[in-house]
Each structure stands twice: as structure tokens, then as C-alpha cells.
């Protein structure tokens, strides 16, 4: 029997009726070890800046152990946690704990939790990606060496609990890029002659301009909606309706995911990311950690067929695998 190990038991539960008899599909709870602790705060130190790792919780002990002796008796075990960097390194720390080589590792990913992409992913498995793992491991002790310590002193600054943790870099880059264009930019006036009607019509002045509806001589603009406004009487003589087509939004990345949720729920986004994450290990949709608005083959196959049988109409246009 082969060992199949996940991150959530919700998936867990899921994946086992895909996978059938021949696999035993277990849950690591999220992450099993987390930096030691030491007094107040948890420290890694210069010079050599080691990182001590330990169970995560007393909880996790009995998880370890379960998965110790699933892994004994299995012919060979798989690690499908969660295809992004804290994925990763988790898979990684199952290794150090079941004493498997990570050059040896079977790792499988996969971006939808179907029966078919599940299969593929567990016949295509691969070794860890240590630069993942590396990735995750220097985030994290950012996150004790800065984020744990400044945390506290901010939370003063700002009068409420607040953590300076895993945003010190994206912080940064959105401060200088700013900065950069704030630099750069140059302003320039921009002038409109508008025509406003009873019941809250508008009609902008277009006739002879080149670039768009606006102009940039504010004593030319003003001549002229002078000019107009004494002498002519404006109304409209016809109107003409015609369908449109939109294109539909792209896929959710992660952020979109966040800012439509927000603003259509009116919710924070931990709970948009738990209610995503939750349909994610249903098998509802594809993984929602992502900056990629592609679409993999199976997953557009499956949203055509929802949509036919639901009666909508469909288009066909092509969408990038992932």
C-alpha cells in the first residue's frame, strides 16, 4: 500500500475515494515542526543564523507519530501538501521527521483537487525543490528576527495588536517603486468643454480634438465654451441602442480573489482565504494562492460543462494551461 500524505484531512477524506484500497491518504495538519521558542521571543542569531526546528504542538506529536508508522508499513510515500513555497518546506519537514532523503522524496503537486489531475500528479512525482524550501526558511526567520520583535513596539504605535511580520519586503518594493514614480512623473493640466442636460445627461465637447476629449490650452478651452454657451442651443436629434459584448473578468489571482471578496462580502481577507481553502480541499476550485490568471485544460473543460448543462451559453476562446 502506498502512503499519500496532504496537508488538510478534509482533503485527505477526498482524495482517499479517488485513489481507492491501494492507498492509505493522511493529513499532516499543516506545518508539523515551527522554530523553537526561547523566552519572550523566539531568536535566530547571527553569525551562523541557525534555525532550530521542533514539533509544532503537543497535537502534532501524536500526528507524527500516526504518520511514522503509516510510513513503515507503506511501499512508498507521496508528499501532496500544498503546490506553493510553505507547501513546500512543509513537505520538507515531513522528510526530516519520517527520515526520508529529500533527493529520494516523492513530490507530487497539482492545482485542482479532481479525480484526474490527482492521478496524474501521483504518477508524475518529482524530488523537493530545496530552493522552495530555502525561499520559505528565509521568510520565516524575517519573521522572528524582525516581525516578532517589532510587532510589539508597533502595536503601541498604532494602539491595538498589530504584526509587522511576512510583509517587510512587499512593503518595501511598493515603497520605493511609489517613490520612483512619484519622482518621474511629470504633471499636465488637461482641460474639458461639457454639455450638461436635464435628468443628469453629459455630452463632451469632441469635434476637431486628436487626442481624445480633452485639451491642453486652458485659454483656447475656456474661448471656446464661452463661445458656445452664448450662441449655441443644444439638443439631442438621435439616439441609437445596439447590443454589446464584455468579456468576462479573468480568473481570481489571489489579490483580485481578496479585493472582489472584500469589497462584495464585507469581510476580512483570512476569512475569504479559509472559505477559498475550504474549496479548494472540496474540489470547487482550482489552488487559490496564485499571481496566474491561467486556467488549466481540465479545469476550462470542467467550467464548460457546468455551464452547459446549466443552459448558459458558452464561447469558445483559448485559455493558457498551467
Known sequence: MKLL????????????????????????????????????????????????????????????????S??????????????DREGEAIAW??????????????????????ESAV???????????????????????????VGW???????????????AGRVQTPALRI??????????FKPTAFFQIMAHFPGGWRAAWIDGLKDGEYFQDKGFADTLANAL???????VTQAESKPTKKGPPAPFTTSTLQQDGSRSLKIGTEAIMKAAQALFEQGAITYHRTDSPNLSA????????????SGLPTVETPVSGR
Open 149 to 163: 520583535e517589532v510587532s510589539g513596539p508597533l502595536s503601541n504605535v498604532v494602539g491595538s495588536k498589530a504584526s
Open 5 to 68: 500524505i496532504v496537508e488538510s484531512p478534509t482533503k485527505a477524506k477526498h482524495i482517499q475515494h479517488f485513489l481507492g484500497e491501494d492507498w492509505q491518504v493522511k493529513a499532516s495538519i499543516g506545518h508539523v515542526r515551527d522554530l523553537e521558542k526561547s523566552g519572550e521571543f523566539s531568536y535566530v542569531r547571527p553569525p551562523d543564523f541557525k534555525m532550530n526546528y521542533c514539533l509544532t504542538d503537543d497535537k502534532h506529536k501524536e500526528i507524527v507519530a500516526g504518520l511514522k
Open 229 to 235: 454657451s452664448g450662441i449655441m442651443t443644444l439638443s
Open 70 to 83: 503509516a510510513a513503515s508499513k507503506a511501499e512508498a510515500v507521496y508528499l501532496a501538501t500544498d503546490p
Open 93 to 114: 519537514h515531513l522528510c526530516q521527521v519520517l527520515g526520508i532523503k529529500p533527493s529520494e522524496a516523492k513530490r507530487v503537486t497539482y492545482q485542482e483537487v479532481t
Open 298 to 309: 481540465e479545469g476550462e473543460a470542467l467550467l464548460r460543462n457546468t455551464l452547459q448543462s
Open 119 to 145: 492521478a496524474k500528479a501521483v504518477a508524475n512525482p518529482r524530488t523537493l525543490d530545496m530552493k522552495l524550501v530555502a525561499a520559505q526558511e528565509v521568510r520565516r526567520g524575517l519573521d522572528r528576527m
Open 175 to 184: 515603497i520605493v517603486e511609489r517613490e520612483q514614480a512619484i519622482r518621474a
